[in-house]
Antibody
Framework: QVQLQESGPGLVKPSETLSLTCTVS????????WSWIRQPPGKGLEWIGY???????NYNPSLKSRVTISIDTSKNQFSLKLSSVTAADTAVYYC?????????????WGRGTLVTVSS | SYELTQPPSVSVSPGQTASITCSGD??????ACWYQQKPGQSPVVVIY???KRPSGIPERFSGSNSGNTATLTISGTQTMDEADYYC?????????FGGGTKLTVL
């Protein structure tokens, strides 16, 4: 079955760029939308953005100026870059697959990775 | 920007029916889905397209969506249903989550 796994540094310094990768195993990254979602400790879910396997993207307006999501179909991976991070960006970051039509929902999630922003 | 509003908490006795609401402007004109998240775990979809259950989700979970409110109903609530629940919808190709509701079963 298809599985998602996040990877990347667990600690990032303020003002630097957070970089995470999601590896899709057990299936192809093609023909689906893929997304990043985060959850600050003790708080709710916040959608960051999604990417189609063709490379088209859409981002949360509140993060758009700092976010880049990219995809590498040859490696079955997609990535997140969040620039100029502050302590407010400390969160568990999840990658997830969007599924369905006409109602798109997140049917598969990674286990999440905690990223702490601190000097 | 579009907002979805949920009550922060709902309490229910075991075996009773729990209802969790999600409010948004003309939400009934959109599709709503619901996720369950237990402590330390990733969210799991329990309802999609307003009222459809993915395979493996118990029949006690049901959903509705009309007017400005979507509702997740859990009939015969079990202690294992204690979790955070999030509604989610789309607005102009953007994903929106509700703030989440902590369901306590006691």
């Amino acid at each position: 079955q298809v599985q998602l796994q996040e990877s990347g540094p667990g600690l990032v310094k303020p003002s630097e760029t957070l970089s995470l990768t999601c590896t899709v195993s057990g299936g192809s990254i093609r023909s689906h939308y893929w997304s990043w979602i985060r959850q600050p400790p003790g708080k709710g879910l916040e959608w960051i953005g999604y990417i189609y396997y063709s490379g088209s993207t859409n981002y949360n307006p509140s993060l758009k100026s700092r976010v880049t999501i990219s995809i590498d179909t040859s490696k079955n991976q997609f990535s997140l870059k969040l620039s100029s991070v502050t302590a407010a960006d400390t969160a568990v970051y999840y990658c997830a697959r969007l599924f369905g039509d006409p109602d798109w929902y997140f049917d598969l999630w990674g286990r999440g990775t905690l990223v702490t922003v601190s000097s | 920007s579009y907002e979805l509003t949920q009550p922060p908490s709902v309490s229910v006795s075991p075996g009773q029916t729990a209802s969790i609401t999600c409010s948004g402007d003309k939400l009934g004109d959109k599709y709503a889905c619901w996720y369950q998240q237990k402590p330390g775990q990733s969210p799991v979809v329990v309802i999609y397209q307003d009222n459809k259950r993915p395979s493996g989700i118990p029949e006690r979970f049901s959903g509705s969506n009309s007017g400005n409110t979507a509702t997740l109903t859990i009939s015969g609530t079990q202690t294992m249903d204690e979790a955070d629940y999030y509604c989610q919808a789309w607005d102009s190709s953007l994903v929106v989550f509700g703030g989440g509701t902590k369901l306590t079963v006691l």
